[in-house]
């Protein structure tokens, strides 16, 4: 049996949990084709759904949900009737609604979602001084990784009929998330810039960025274009770019998430069969 597994990661939280993963399900015997498919380029091409037993998606979340592009580029694959999978890596709050949407999209895109998880990553503001999950992805999440992969195995492989059963009821509407969308920058509100730091203009950051917005001569993202994965800034190897100072955020937006530090990375990853 052949999986196709699919995935975006910004700052390569969801790409080392895909690595594990991919890792489990060769040890159980499956051949694992990876597709990482964060920068721009990646999801011009086609991929062949067709030749897979299964699919396994993993995203970060992006306000509350998989990233918008990552969304509309799902609307864009004929599933098949093939059974599929979804992770997700989150900073510490809220992730529900993630699972709910990204089944709904599926569904619709004629796949059947067997299987979720939703495992810790350090979240992305914490390169501007956020303390969320800071040492995240770590071995327990690993372990929880392994377990996601047998039971997603049983389920891709027949010996457990069932499909991804009932999720919690999702407390937002659509209109709340596209909302909370396009709140980002409330957080992130200096793009990722190099404000005159040196750089060999090695091009990563341009290469790399998933929407086609970092200009690497220029050393500034697009402000329409941009999504604030910071991508650009997890991959330059002179760490060049930088966004604004979001300590300042950090006491409110737990606050905002009725958590404390201490509770918040305490936190452990869900599996949802
Ligand atoms: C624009 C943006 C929005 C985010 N929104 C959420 C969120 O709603 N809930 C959450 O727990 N984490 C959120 N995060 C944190 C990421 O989900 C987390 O850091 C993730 O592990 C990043 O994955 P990656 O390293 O694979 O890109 C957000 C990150 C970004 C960049």
Not at 107 to 134: C, D, K, L, M, Y
Not at 147 to 165: M, N, R, V
Not at 221 to 236: E, F, M, Q, T
Request: charged share 25%.
């Amino acid at each position: 049996m052949k999986i196709g597994l699919i995935y975006f990661s910004a700052t390569g939280n969801t790409g080392r949990m895909a690595k594990v993963i991919k890792d489990s399900f060769e040890k159980l015997g499956m051949e694992v084709d990876e597709h990482d498919v964060t920068p721009l380029s990646t999801r011009q091409k086609v991929i062949d759904i067709d030749s897979y037993h299964a699919i396994v998606f993993g995203c970060p979340v992006h306000s509350l949900r998989a990233p918008k592009i990552m969304r509309e580029w799902m609307r864009t694959i004929d599933g098949q009737g093939k059974k599929c999978s979804m992770f997700f890596t989150y900073g510490g709050f809220t992730v529900h609604p993630a699972h709910h949407s990204t089944r709904q999209i599926l569904t619709e895109q004629n796949f059947i979602v067997v299987s979720s998880a939703e495992f810790p990553g350090a979240h992305t503001f914490n390169h501007g001084g956020w303390r969320a999950f800071t040492d995240r992805p770590d071995e327990s999440d690993f372990d929880m990784a392994k377990e996601y992969t047998i039971a997603t195995f049983k389920k891709f492989s027949g010996e457990d009929p069932s499909i991804l059963g009932e999720l919690d009821k999702s407390t937002y509407s659509e209109e709340e998330l596209d909302n909370f969308e396009s709140l980002r920058f409330r957080v992130i509100t200096k793009l990722p810039s190099r404000d005159g730091k040196n750089c060999s203009l090695c091009m990563a950051c341009e290469e790399f960025c998933p929407t086609g917005a970092m200009d690497a001569e220029i050393g500034l993202a697009d402000n329409d274009k941009c999504i604030a994965c910071l991508g650009c800034a997890a991959i330059c190897p002179e760490q060049a770019l930088s966004i604004n100072d979001t300590k300042g955020s950090w006491d409110f937006k737990l606050d905002l998430g009725k958590t404390t530090e201490k509770k918040l990375n305490m936190q452990q990853g869900k599996i949802y069969l």
